[in-house]
Every structure is written in structure tokens, then in C-alpha cells.
């Protein structure tokens, strides 16, 4: 399973990365391979995930991944993210399966509106988060997404499930 891995790449803006990787494809090509189902952009100091879906693009392009719709597994975690963003760049993923959000900045509940689309996610990280100190986070976030199988690295039961659906309906 290819990784294609930015972790630790100081990517502040993603646009400047799309740019850099038309530039830069082979010698990307040549680090990293090609055809990569997952994304690594840990550590990276991300603000803003503006440009997501151009990077995603420029990698598709010189087929340094399998094709958006195809990537299983991005992990965005230790960056400076207060949103998801609305460029559409995350819901692109129709096959996106595992995502890890953890230890960002993100605080405010419309990302479950986002997430939502997301049908294929079964595996989600916000931990970490301002988000996840609110009262009811886990139950919230499992309520509104009935598809996961776990979060924050703990698998979620159906008792939990039945329970979360309660406490927030």
C-alpha cells in the first residue's frame, strides 16, 4: 500500500503546494512512487485546507496517487486547522475510508456537516481538538455519523451507538 508522505513538510498553503508539485513531479515521483492510496500531510503546519483539492489534482495528474476517488487514507493530524473548509477538496474523496483530524485547531460543529458527505468514512481522529472538550462530543459526532467504526482510535459499539442516538435526538 503506497504512502505519498509531506509529513513535516512546513505546507502552510496548499495552493503553493499544487504549484510545487507540477513543478517538482518527478523528482516527487521519484522519492515517493506512484499510485499511492494514502495521503500523509502530518506536521506540516496546514491552516487552511483552501487548495486541497488542487493539490489532490496536481497529484492525480502525474498519477502520484490512484485518482481522488480512489485515496483511502489521509491523514491531516498535528496542523493548524480551525475548518474543513468549503472548496470541496475532503468530499471529493468518495472513497476516503480513515481520516485523521486530530490535534489541530478545530472547535466548531459545522465540520460534521462535511464529514457527513463522506459516506465510505468508517475511521475518524478529532481528538485532541478544542472540539473534543465540548460536553457530548463523542456521542454527537457518533450520532451524525452513523457510518463510523471508530473514533479516536476506540471502536465503537453498537451499545454506544443505540446510546449516542438517544442522548442526542
Request: aromatic letters at 8%; glycine letters at 4%.
Amino acid at each position: 500500500m503506497a504512502i505519498f508522505d509531506l509529513s513535516f513538510s512546513a505546507i502552510p498553503d496548499l495552493h503553493k503546494q499544487a504549484e510545487d508539485i507540477d513543478f517538482f513531479h518527478e523528482e516527487y515521483r521519484n522519492n515517493y512512487g506512484g499510485n499511492a492510496l494514502n495521503i500523509r500531510l502530518s506536521n506540516s503546519s496546514i491552516i487552511s485546507l483552501s487548495g486541497l483539492s488542487k493539490v489532490l489534482q496536481s497529484m492525480q495528474k502525474y498519477k502520484l496517487t490512484m485518482g481522488m476517488i480512489n485515496l483511502s487514507w489521509l491523514d491531516l493530524s498535528f496542523n493548524k486547522l480551525t475548518q474543513l473548509g468549503p472548496d470541496g477538496g475532503l468530499t471529493a474523496l468518495k472513497g476516503l475510508r480513515l481520516l485523521y483530524l486530530h490535534c489541530n485547531q478545530l472547535e466548531d460543529w459545522t465540520l460534521l456537516d462535511t464529514l457527513k458527505k463522506m459516506r465510505k468514512l468508517s475511521r475518524l481522529t478529532l481528538h485532541c481538538n478544542p472540539l473534543s472538550n465540548k460536553k457530548a462530543y463523542r456521542p454527537t459526532t457518533i450520532a451524525n455519523l452513523p457510518q463510523l467504526k471508530s473514533l479516536d482510535f476506540v471502536l465503537i459499539s453498537e451499545e454506544e451507538r443505540d446510546r449516542a442516538r438517544l442522548e442526542v435526538t
